[in-house]
């Protein structure tokens, strides 16, 4: 019964910035990770940027300079800061986590309802 509700998506110009956020709730037993994946028309999804418990992170080549994620822990939410947006950036972004719930014994994913990211002038 884990639930993530992720926000802050929108239309932005060229250059502007956006942050989303994704929040996790329910009855979670140990957490392993939460990032965003991100999905454009015609394209295959792919992994945007993750954090761990530890504060490692992980970025893919095409924001590495731009994005940052980090995480407020203690309420489980983590933050996507996104700067210098290209239009191939638009895409809708979908929260994950890894995590394991109370009533389970290995790590599963978790999914967000998704949040469309508009860059255009």
Known sequence: QVELVESGGGLVQPGGSLRLSCAASGNIFRFWSMGWYRQAPGKQRELVA??????????????????????DNAKITAYLQMNGLKPEDTAVYY??????????????DYWGQGTQVTVSS
């Open 50 to 71: 993750k954090i761990t418990t530890t504060g490692s992170t992980n970025y893919a080549d095409s924001v590495k300079g731009r994005f940052t994620i980090y995480r």
């Open 95 to 108: 929260c994950n986590a890894l995590l394991v719930a109370t009533s389970d014994t290995k790590f599963n």
